[in-house]
């Protein structure tokens, strides 16, 4: 989907997922046949459990770089050992950073994939309407967080 990998990340962590965008395609596609609704259904369950199975490993992967973080005291001046250890902690703490980044980058195969999935399931036309709705969605999001980010606030 045409979005930067920050807003690609963002989307992810906020719940976005790949099988909540065919619940709501569904409704915006009908008519569809019982052998298209069974395929969906199928891919729905398939991308959920994939799902499921990434947020895990992002989740233990986000506990770990903040535990790699939180430890260890804070480099000082003229303390060589101290030092180091910031420094081996930080370069843990990058590691990590590149394992989530590979973790977002499957998110990113899931949504690809089961977009193509669906195209496979759908007609021409009905694939057509799909991506206009998914447009019309991201489209209606961001004018929803123009105005969030316009309203007036107190303070």
């Not at 409704?27 to 959920?48: C, F, R, V």
């Not at 590149?98 to 499957?106: D, I, W």
């Not at 309407?129 to 606030?153: D, G, H, K, N, V």
Request: one cysteine or more; proline letters at 3%.
């Amino acid at each position: 989907m045409w979005k930067t990998p920050a807003e690609r990340c963002f989307m992810w962590i906020g719940g976005f997922r790949p099988s909540e965008l065919l619940k709501l395609l569904v409704n915006q596609l009908e008519p569809l046949t019982e052998q298209q609704l069974a395929g969906i259904y199928n891919l729905q369950q398939s991308s959920h459990q994939a799902e499921d199975a990434l947020s895990q490993g992002m989740e233990a992967l986000q506990q770990s770089l903040a535990e790699t973080l939180a430890n260890g005291s804070p480099a000082t001046e003229g303390s060589s050992g101290d030092v180091a250890n910031y420094m081996g902690q930080m370069a843990m703490a990058m590691g990590k950073l590149g394992t989530l980044e590979g973790f977002l980058r499957q998110a990113d195969n899931l949504r690809q994939q089961t977009l193509q999935q669906m195209h496979r399931i759908l007609t021409t036309r009905q694939s057509a309407r799909a991506l206009l709705a998914i447009s019309e969605y991201f489209s209606r999001l961001r004018a929803l967080s123009s105005l969030w980010l316009a309203r007036p606030r107190e303070q």
